[in-house]
């Protein structure tokens, strides 16, 4: 199964990036790959993670406050955002 990133998300992922390098050296990395280690997640169980919405669901980002929100379009998975978890909750919405 392939996936993708919303423009928005991509915007999304390089900024939480950002931040936890300039918290901690190398932390934005660690981050990073904890994003990719759950894209993994949905790619291989897309039905597992928990339904926000009729199209979208979330996948939990490890050792982050952080939830990959996704949908799934016939063998493609969209990343619609890369969501800090204690903001906004539903400002992703419109992206579907």
């Known amino acids: 199964m392939k996936y993708s990133f919303h423009a928005a998300a991509t915007v999304e992922l390089r900024q939480a990036v950002d ?12 981050f990073a790959a904890e994003v990719q280690a759950a ?4 790619v ?3 039905e597992a993670w928990t339904p926000l919405s009729k199209r979208a669901r979330r ?5 982050f406050p952080y939830g990959v929100v ?12 890369v969501m800090q978890l ?6 992703w919405r419109d992206r579907l």
């Open 19 to 30: 931040y936890y390098n300039a918290c901690r050296p190398d932390l934005g990395w660690e």
């Open 39 to 42: 894209i993994q997640r949905i």
């Open 44 to 46: 291989a169980y897309p």
């Open 59 to 63: 996948c939990l980002v490890r050792r």
């Open 70 to 81: 996704y949908e799934r379009r016939g063998d493609t998975i969209r990343v619609l955002a």
């Open 86 to 91: 204690n903001r906004r909750p539903g400002y």
